[in-house]
């Protein structure tokens, strides 16, 4: 698949087979993430990678976390919780995608803006492989106490769950404004 193609056809899919992703393939994947732009070569990303056994891990862990399941809204916690979970059981794999805190506001902000480069990369290398993929900032993934539990450094701060595996079912295309209507050259 070339450049332009990935980058039209990638959509943000949320209904997965359940067929496993092999540790080697989300590797391939990770291997080319890691060529995103990254200034001074700090190359902050992490990426914490969850294969079918350690969803299934976490599906269990996540419902017994009061904290969590009451957060942001404790009214609904419980019922979004058993959605996600469901939601995760049909993933092939999912990766945590943090970067690390630097202490320069400059600089945290570049890494921030190098950890999406890399998140961009992999969604259009799973693309090319015809995989679906999904960004997620679910709150339950993202929250502080679940990313200590995966191995995520106190350091790092979260961009996002990549959700990865078979789509089943085509995810709809939103419709982008006309470039024109967000690009301006400068003239003067
Ligand atoms: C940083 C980021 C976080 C996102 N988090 C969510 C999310 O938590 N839930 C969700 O439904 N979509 C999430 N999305 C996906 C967007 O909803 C999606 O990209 C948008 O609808 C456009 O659809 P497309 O990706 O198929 O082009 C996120 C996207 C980005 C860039």
């Given at each position: 698949?070339?450049?332009?193609?990935?980058?039209?056809?990638?959509?943000?899919?949320?209904?997965?087979?359940?067929?496993?992703?092999?540790?080697t393939?989300?590797?391939a994947?990770?291997e080319?993430?890691?060529?995103?732009?990254?200034?001074?070569?700090?190359?902050?990303?992490?990426f914490?990678?969850?294969?079918?056994?350690?969803?299934?891990r976490?599906?269990?862990?996540?419902p017994?976390?009061?904290?969590?399941?009451?957060?942001?809204?404790?009214?609904?916690?419980?019922?979004?919780?058993?959605?996600?979970?469901?939601?995760l059981?049909?993933?092939?794999?999912m990766?945590?995608?943090?970067?690390?805190?630097?202490?320069?506001?400059?600089?945290?902000?570049?890494?921030?803006?190098?950890?999406?480069?890399?998140?961009?990369?992999?969604?259009l290398?799973?693309?090319?492989?015809?995989?679906?993929?999904?960004?997620?900032?679910?709150?339950?993934?993202?929250?502080?106490?679940?990313?200590?539990?995966?191995?995520?450094?106190?350091?790092?701060?979260?961009?996002?769950a990549?959700?990865?595996?078979?789509?089943t079912?085509?995810?709809?295309?939103?419709?982008?404004?006309?470039?024109?209507?967000?690009?301006?050259?400068?003239?003067?």
């Open positions: 698949m070339n450049v332009d193609l990935a980058i039209r056809s990638r959509r943000s899919s949320k209904q997965f087979s359940g067929v496993a992703l092999p540790r393939e989300v590797d994947l990770l080319l993430a890691s060529w995103a732009p990254t200034h001074r070569m700090t190359q902050p990303w992490r914490t990678c969850l294969d079918q056994a350690a969803l299934g976490l599906a269990t862990w996540l017994q976390q009061a904290d969590i399941v009451a957060f942001p809204d404790p009214a609904k916690g419980a019922a979004k919780l058993a959605k996600l979970t469901i939601m059981s049909g993933l092939g794999a990766v945590v995608v943090t970067w690390v805190r630097a202490t320069d506001p400059v600089v945290d902000l570049e890494d921030h803006a190098a950890a999406s480069a890399a998140v961009q990369n992999l969604l290398a799973a693309t090319a492989r015809g995989l679906g993929s999904f960004w997620s900032t679910n709150q339950a993934l993202a929250h502080h106490r679940t990313l200590a539990h995966l191995g995520c450094g106190p350091d790092e701060a979260c961009l996002g990549i959700w990865l595996g078979t789509a079912a085509p995810a709809a295309t939103p419709d982008r404004l006309p470039i024109a209507e967000r690009r301006r050259w400068c003239d003067g």
